[in-house]
């Protein structure tokens, strides 16, 4: 046995704390959240989830999280399992083309035009989005 089978890794202190300083980033809003919930006062808390419109908007907010969730199985898993199992003419341009959506801003018509999709537009083949 060599000297070099018996040491272990390493591990990335430089990539665990930017880590743990993206999580810590990532939970103020949250954490923000839980102390306001805490600290309002309990008939303030029923007369805001009484109000009319509460339920629709959670409804709005459920339907769009479960659509946008089946959306992106139903593409994102048989084009997953076609570009790791099949032999595709052009399998480049088809795994640039399935991870595009996850490099750049989404538009719709009231954001095209913005400057996230004009840069993503203009980065080219080389530029990051």
Do not use: K, Y
Not at 7 to 20: C, D, E, K, Q
Not at 63 to 89: C, D, I, K, Q
Request: include cysteine; aromatic fraction near 4%; proline fraction near 9%.
């Amino acid at each position: 046995m060599t000297a070099a089978a018996t040491t272990t890794p390493r591990r990335p202190w430089g990539l665990v704390a930017a880590s743990l300083a993206a999580v810590a980033l990532a939970a103020i809003p949250v954490v923000h959240l839980i102390v306001r919930v805490a600290s309002a006062d309990p008939a303030e808390l029923t007369a805001v989830f009484e109000r009319p419109r509460i339920p629709l908007l959670v409804g709005n907010s459920v339907l769009l999280a479960a659509s946008v969730t089946a959306t992106a199985v139903a593409l994102g898993v048989p084009s997953a399992f076609l570009l790791a199992r099949a032999r595709l003419r052009w399998r480049g341009m088809w795994a640039v083309l399935a991870a595009l959506p996850s490099r750049c801003p989404p538009t719709s018509p009231h954001t095209a035009g913005s400057r996230g999709s004009r840069r993503c537009a203009a980065s080219g083949r080389r530029g990051s989005c």
